[in-house]
């Protein structure tokens, strides 16, 4: 279980600084995928290892394994999107290629394929 205890925020303003509203959140999924589960046991073991806590602040400590563990968790995630709309660009070149070559001769064969590659 995780927990932010009181974290501090600043908000610095400039007329030359356009604000983002976006911020990372976690995608639950994540958490069901075993790699990334082994991924991320291994990283806060190494961390814990490489960071004992007597060297510095349990706050320090507590914050900069957050970052670690949520850099490992955007690298999966970009990973499992990059495949997503490969397989995506995929099946759309291959349904534009089953639909011209039914266009040209209305092959019964080559509708089902089209269909069936439709439906995934």
Request: with cysteine.
């Amino acid at each position: 279980m995780w927990s932010d205890h009181a974290p501090l925020t600043i908000q610095l303003t400039s007329p030359l600084c356009k604000p983002k509203t976006t911020s990372w959140r976690l995608h639950e999924s994540l958490l069901s995928n075993p790699q990334v589960t082994r991924d991320v046991q291994q990283a806060l073991t190494n961390y814990f290892a490489e960071n004992p806590p007597q060297d510095t602040s349990p706050l320090l400590t507590w914050e900069a394994h957050k970052c670690v563990i949520r850099g490992i968790l955007i690298s999966h995630s970009s990973a499992l999107k990059r495949a997503r709309e490969h397989t995506i660009r995929e099946l759309t070149a291959k349904i534009g290629t089953l639909t011209q070559a039914h266009k040209r001769t209305l092959d019964d064969a080559l509708l089902g394929e089209l269909t069936a590659a439709g439906k995934n």
